[in-house]
């Protein structure tokens, strides 16, 4: 067996034991030991694409882990920085990667910059949140990925105390 073939079958086994749900807790024990897993073989199908020439298809199955394990390590260790830099990190991947399938990588980059918004508005960083989360419009495609933006956009809008454009943001989610 070849290392790609061995790094894609990696990728395939965590990715069905990968069990965080932002919104049931009772996943976040699990997801916790599987995190050094995610971010090892997601980070590993990444960042040596050139190498190995994995299928756009894996990076964005790797990439879709990796935002997961970014999200995680905010919500449930408030670990922001690192989450931080994994998401830039990820991002810059997927702009490297928006050539290749236009849709695809658009949906995946809508996505990376909607959770990248989210932790910063965690940490209270509104201006990068709001920048995001523009820049994650921009990318959506698909009605659940632009719900979900102007969803974080209203919440972003209630904190900056923009009433008027929290309520327009929230009902076009």
Not at 83 to 108: H, P, Y
């Amino acid at each position: 067996m070849n290392q790609k073939h061995s790094i894609e079958s990696c990728l395939d086994a965590i990715s069905e034991m990968w069990s965080f749900d932002p919104a049931d807790t009772n996943t976040w024990v699990k997801a916790g030991k599987e995190l050094e897993h995610v971010i090892l073989i997601g980070d590993h199908c990444c960042s040596s694409h050139g190498v190995l020439n994995f299928s756009l298809n894996v990076r964005l199955r790797a990439i879709k882990l990796l935002c997961e394990a970014a999200l995680y390590m905010s919500m449930a260790l408030s670990q922001f920085k690192t989450s931080k830099r994994l998401l830039v990190k990820t991002c810059k991947w997927l702009k490297s990667f928006t050539m290749k399938s236009e849709k695809k990588t658009k949906n995946a980059l809508a996505r990376a910059f909607l959770t990248l918004g989210k932790v910063e508005r965690y940490c209270g960083n509104f201006e990068n949140a709001d920048k995001n989360l523009k820049f994650a419009l921009m990318n959506a495609h698909e009605e659940w990925d632009m719900a979900a933006i102007y969803h974080e956009i209203g919440v972003l809008s209630i904190k900056l105390d923009q009433y008027a454009a929290a309520k327009d943001a929230l009902n076009k989610s």
